[in-house]
C-alpha cells in the first residue's frame, strides 16, 4: 500500500510551481512532443471559436466566450487533456477510442487528436451556451 502525502506537504509542493500567466507560459513548461499537441488543439479551438478569449483557469489554458468557460486543455504525465465539459456525453459514439469521463478527453500526445472532432465539439459546446442565456 502507498502511502498519500500529507496534504500540507501537496500544498507547499503545488505553491512552489510557478503558476502560469498565458497559454505560452503553460506550453513552454512542458515536453516538446506534448507542446507538439497542445499547439494543434490551440489552434483548432481558436478557428472553431475565434471570438474566444484565451485565459487561465485551474492553472490549465482555457477559453471564455463572452466572459463564460467554454473549454480548456493540458498536459499530464502520461497523456493530454481536453476539457470541452458536457460535449462529451453528447458525442460519446465518436469518442470511443479515447479514454474520457464527465467532461474530460485524453488522449497520447503521439496520437493527434482529430482537427474535425475538436471543431465538432467546440461548435457544440457554443450552441450549448448560446441556449443557456
Do not use: W
Amino acid at each position: 500500500m502507498t502511502r498519500k502525502p500529507p496534504l500540507e506537504n501537496l500544498r507547499r509542493h503545488r505553491s512552489n510551481q510557478k503558476k502560469p500567466k498565458n497559454h505560452d507560459d503553460y506550453l513552454a513548461a512542458v515536453s516538446s512532443e506534448k507542446r507538439r499537441a497542445l499547439e494543434r488543439l490551440r489552434q483548432a479551438i481558436k478557428a472553431a471559436a475565434p471570438k474566444a478569449e484565451e485565459c487561465i483557469s485551474y492553472q490549465v489554458p482555457a477559453f471564455r466566450l463572452n466572459g463564460k468557460f467554454l473549454v480548456a486543455y493540458g498536459a499530464a504525465a502520461n497523456h493530454c487533456a481536453f476539457y470541452p465539459g458536457s460535449t462529451v456525453q453528447a458525442l460519446k459514439n465518436e469518442l470511443k477510442d479515447y479514454n474520457t469521463s464527465k467532461g474530460t478527453i485524453r488522449f497520447p500526445a503521439d496520437k493527434a487528436f482529430p482537427v474535425a472532432l475538436v471543431r465538432k465539439l467546440v461548435r457544440l459546446r457554443i450552441q450549448e451556451k448560446d441556449q443557456a442565456r
